[in-house]
């Protein structure tokens, strides 16, 4: 897979982008991404390329793991990566996650049960991608 087959990076930001390449693989990642926010798609099919440390790759792919509609905490994000100390540095990983939404970050929470922190920096975005879950979740 080249860099051209996959996705390498998502941003959730309050305004539509416009595509400038409307290739296949483009094509498809914005009717995923329309129907994840109609409700209609739980589970993403793409293609996915991140460059990170070994640490951070272990910590996105467990964010995949997640499902839809569910939150843990950061601390279960690490025993699901396989280590038992190190909570920090997993919410550090998850603020640079590259594709937010389809690897999602967002669905990582305190053990308190509060939202804590986001890739995106803005926590009514993390609220509301919880909510519209949620809300979504047995449709």
């Not at 400038?20 to 099919?45: C, M, P, V, W």
């Not at 939150?71 to 603020?95: D, E, F, H, P």
């Not at 049960?113 to 975005?125: F, Q, S």
Request: positive net charge; contains cysteine.
């Amino acid at each position: 897979m080249t860099l051209h087959d996959a996705v390498i990076a998502l941003q959730f930001c309050d305004e539509t982008p416009e595509m400038l390449i409307h290739d296949s693989l483009h094509l498809e990642a914005n009717r995923q991404i329309n129907d994840y926010f109609a409700g209609t798609l739980k589970t993403f099919s793409l293609p996915l390329h991140y460059a990170g440390t070994s640490f951070q790759e272990k910590a996105w792919h467990a964010l995949k793991t997640i499902p839809y509609g569910e939150t843990i905490s950061y601390q279960q994000q690490l025993l699901l990566m396989g280590y038992t100390k190190g909570y920090q540095a997993v919410g550090q990983a998850n603020k640079k996650n590259p594709i937010q939404i389809i690897i999602p970050c967002h669905r990582v929470i305190l053990q308190s049960g509060e939202l804590g922190g986001y890739a995106g920096k803005d926590y009514a975005k993390k609220k509301w991608l919880l909510a519209h879950e949620k809300a979504k979740k047995d449709i």
